[in-house]
C-alpha cells in the first residue's frame, strides 16, 4: 500500500473522490481513507499542519498500514529566483532548518545523536515523479532539489537569505523534513512534491485561491498519472 500524506483540503477530496473501495478511520484525529485509485492501493490521509503533525501521521501510515513507500504533496515557498509561483519542487532530500543545537557543536540542522541532517529521498521515485509531472504538466516548470522544513511560516527576506545559505534548498514548508526523518527511521522510501504558493519572504502577494486551484489541479494530475504508470 502507498501512503499519501496531502496538505490541503480540497486536494485530498479530489484523490479520495476518484477512489474505489473505500474506506476511513480515524486516528491521532487525523482520518485516513484506504481504497484503490488508478487500481493501486491506497491510504490518504491530511495530517495537519507542522512537524508534529507530519511526523505521527507518517509514523501511523507505517505501524497500522504498512506502507511500502511515502508521498507527500502540498505548497512550499520558492527559495531560488528561477522557481515561480505555480512551479513544482520535487524532493532529493530533506533537511530541518529549525533544529539548532549549535551550542553542543553540532551543525546547524543536525539532530544530536543521528548519522545524517539530510534525509534522502527515494531517487527513482523522485525521478519518475518528475517525468510524469514534466508529462501531465507542461505548463509548468518541474524542479528536483533539497526541501527545507521547519515550524515556521517564512516571510522575511532575511530569514529567507539564512536558509539559502545554510541549507542551499529549492524551497522551504512545513512538513517534509519531519516526513523524512519518519521514513528513515522505519527504512521506507519517500518523496515531497510542493506547488510553489509564494517567495518566502515579503514581496506581493498571490491571488491565493487562484493558485489554490491551479496547484491542486497540478498535483492530483501527477498523483493519478503516476499511479496509472506503475
Ligand atoms: N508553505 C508555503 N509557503 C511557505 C512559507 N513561505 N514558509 C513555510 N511554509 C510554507
Request: negative net charge.
Amino acid at each position: 500500500m502507498i501512503g499519501i500524506i496531502g496538505a490541503m483540503e480540497e486536494e485530498v477530496a479530489a484523490l479520495i473522490g476518484e477512489m474505489k473501495e473505500i474506506s476511513s478511520k480515524e486516528k491521532a484525529s487525523m482520518i485516513f481513507y484506504t481504497g484503490k485509485l488508478m487500481d493501486q492501493e491506497v491510504v490518504i490521509v491530511r495530517s495537519g499542519i507542522g512537524k508534529v503533525n507530519a511526523g505521527i501521521c507518517t509514523q501511523i501510515l507505517v505501524d497500522e498500514y504498512q506502507v511500502e513507500s511515502v508521498i507527500n504533496t502540498g505548497i512550499a515557498g520558492s527559495l531560488d529566483p528561477d522557481i515561480n509561483i505555480g512551479d513544482i519542487v520535487i524532493s532529493s532530500d530533506a533537511v530541518q532548518h529549525d533544529m539548532d543545537a549549535t551550542g553542543f557543536g553540532y551543525e546547524k540542522g543536525q539532530i544530536p545523536r543521528m548519522d545524517t541532517k539530510e534525509f534522502t529521498a527515494d531517487r527513482e521515485l523522485g525521478k519518475r515523479m518528475k517525468v510524469v509531472n514534466e508529462e501531465v504538466n507542461p505548463d509548468i516548470q518541474t524542479f528536483m532539489g533539497r526541501i527545507a522544513s521547519g515550524d515556521q511560516f517564512i516571510a522575511d527576506g532575511k530569514i529567507k537569505n539564512d536558509i539559502i545559505e545554510e541549507f542551499q534548498a529549492k524551497c522551504v514548508e512545513m512538513e517534509g523534513g519531519a516526513i523524512a526523518q519518519v521514513a528513515y527511521l522505519n527504512h521506507i522510501p519517500y518523496v515531497i512534491i510542493r506547488a510553489i504558493s509564494d517567495k518566502a519572504d515579503n514581496s506581493a502577494e498571490v491571488d491565493y485561491p487562484t493558485f489554490e486551484k491551479q496547484a491542486i489541479l497540478h498535483v492530483t494530475r501527477l498523483m493519478k498519472a503516476y499511479l496509472k504508470s506503475l
